[in-house]
Structures are given as structure tokens and as C-alpha cells.
């Protein structure tokens, strides 16, 4: 049998609709598989939640994702970052990106960016996703989140403004 996988995304921009259909997809899609190197007595299902919905609860030895629209054109990353998760309460099973085009890269094109956790043992942990733009993080890569997500004291030209922080989106998600 298939273990029960969880989808939560994270929609913004025009993409909204993709994202949708592709969260509908997966949820369609994920009792198709043989279930060969999944836990046995689990039963199939996929749980989409609300964007702001970032209180998550799971049963141990499920799997969920997160799936956000990011752009590498438009300098758009996404991070996991610390302090992660309480490894005994869950683990990040890695993250994997889907372009919009396909397997032909266009330039400009937009995908997503899903990362998948695992529920381990009982209890209750934190973890936060960043989200960076050109204007919110500085000297990060798509893989190299930002060294600080604080305001910068100055601008480009020098005067004393303050530019705006990355957005933070807090999780919090209890096993039992």
C-alpha cells in the first residue's frame, strides 16, 4: 500500500491556476503507484491545505510537501532554513524543482518548488521557509540561501532607507 501524502501549496502569482491543477494532479495521482517500498496497513490519500493553514498534523511515518512558485530569472528563491525542524519529529526529505516548460528550458519560465518532509516520531517541531526576491535578499543562489535576511541600513545610492525583509512563513506540525 501507499503511505499517506499530504500537499500543502503555496500560491503566488499568476501561476496560481498551474499550481492548482498540478496539487489536484498529485493528489489524483498518488494512489497509482505499486506502493512496493511503502509501509505496510497505510491506506492512500493526499491532503491539500489552505495557503495560510501552517499548523500541519500527521501521523508518524507520513510523508507531506510544500510546494511554492519560485523563478530563478526574477532572482525568486525559496529556503528551508534554520533552526529546522526537530529531526526526532521530522525529517526534510529533500526538495526537487518542476519548470513550468518542461524539460526544455525557456528563459524567464518559472516552476515549482516542492519540499518534502516526513513525519518520525511523536511530537511537535517548527520549521520556516524564506522567501527571497531581488529586492528582499542579497549574495544568495537557488541553492545558497542569503548570509542575513535583515534590513539593509542603506540603499544602492547610499542614503539611509531600509529595504524590505524576505518573507517568512512559519510551520508548525505535530505527529502523532
Do not use: W
Given at each position: 500500500m501507499i503511505s499517506?501524502?499530504?500537499?500543502?501549496?503555496?500560491l503566488l502569482g499568476s501561476r496560481g491556476g498551474v499550481a492548482i491543477a498540478?496539487?489536484?494532479?498529485?493528489?489524483?495521482?498518488t494512489g497509482c503507484g505499486s506502493g512496493?517500498?511503502?509501509?505496510?496497513?497505510?491506506?492512500?490519500?493526499?491532503?491539500?491545505?489552505?495557503?495560510?493553514?501552517?499548523?500541519?498534523?500527521?501521523?508518524q511515518g507520513e510523508r507531506f510537501t510544500l510546494?511554492?512558485?519560485?523563478?530563478?530569472?526574477?532572482?525568486e528563491y525559496w529556503y528551508?532554513?534554520?533552526?529546522?525542524?526537530?529531526s526526532s519529529v521530522?525529517?526534510?526529505?529533500g526538495r526537487d524543482y518542476a519548470s513550468d516548460s518542461g524539460d526544455e528550458p525557456v528563459a524567464g519560465a518559472g516552476g515549482?518548488?516542492?519540499?518534502?518532509?516526513?513525519a518520525k516520531g511523536k511530537g511537535t517541531t517548527r520549521f520556516t521557509l524564506l522567501h527571497c526576491t531581488f529586492t528582499t535578499c542579497q549574495g544568495n543562489t537557488s541553492t545558497?540561501?542569503?548570509?542575513?535576511?535583515?534590513?539593509?541600513a542603506t540603499s544602492a545610492t547610499g542614503a539611509s532607507s531600509a529595504s524590505p525583509v524576505p518573507e517568512r512563513i512559519t510551520y508548525t506540525v505535530t505527529v502523532e
Open positions: 499517506p501524502t499530504r500537499t500543502v501549496s503555496v498540478a496539487a489536484v494532479l498529485l493528489a489524483l495521482t512496493a517500498d511503502e509501509p505496510a496497513g497505510r491506506s492512500a490519500s493526499a491532503t491539500s491545505h489552505p495557503v495560510k493553514d501552517t499548523t500541519i498534523t500527521a501521523g510546494t511554492v512558485d519560485q523563478n530563478a530569472s526574477t532572482r528551508l532554513v534554520d533552526p529546522g525542524p526537530d521530522l525529517v526534510s526529505r515549482r518548488l516542492t519540499f518534502t518532509f516526513e545558497l540561501p542569503p548570509e542575513t535576511t535583515e534590513p539593509s
